[in-house]
């Protein structure tokens, strides 16, 4: 096995000790989720759950970073999620950003548990339609696919209108 970021095998381990169904998948490095979806068998576009750090502003001083986890082929909605978070202004995290919040991440691999990394999770409800949700866990080369139900139990994310 590769060398992985320590996410993985955290997200691994919790999986294993709260007996879910997991299936894992080692491919190339990707950044993208429709690069990902490629290196996924019997998965889609679809059943990829993007995670997206953003840091939402109620003031120009007052900045708060949270993640999005939303179906893979589908973008988020700015005023949406705006009015969700209450919020004047937003931004995506810059890369760095997102290095020091998880730890050392990359963009592209960061795995949708924010609760990892102190961050409140938001989710779009549509996440939840897919019995089984994939994405990378900690890594651009290492993929867990879950049932979502699942997921919605170890990471409780708030639900919420976000595309």
């Known amino acids: 096995m590769n060398t992985y970021h320590p996410v993985v095998q955290k997200i ?6 709260n007996n879910c169904w997991l299936e894992t998948f080692e491919h190339e490095p990707v950044k993208t989720s429709e690069q990902a979806a490629l290196t ?20 120009k001083s007052d900045g708060k970073f949270v993640m999005l986890v939303f179906p893979a082929n589908q973008k988020f909605d700015s ?28 963009i592209g691999g960061v795995p949708p548990f924010g609760n990892l990394f102190n961050l409140d999770v ?35 994310p708030q639900a919420a209108a976000l595309i």
């Open 79 to 106: 005023a949406k999620v705006k009015e969700v978070l209450g919020v004047k202004n937003l931004r995506f995290a810059t890369e760095a950003e997102v290095g020091e919040l998880t730890g050392g991440v990359q």
């Open 12 to 17: 691994i381990d919790l999986l294993k000790q």
């Open 40 to 59: 996924r068998p019997g998965y889609t576009l679809s059943d990829g759950a993007k995670a997206m750090i953003i840091k939402a502003y109620k003031s």
């Open 122 to 156: 938001y989710a779009d409800p549509s996440l939840f339609l897919n019995e089984k949700i994939v994405f990378n866990v900690g890594d651009r080369g290492f993929s867990v696919a879950i049932k979502s139900a699942d997921y919605q139990t170890l990471v409780n």
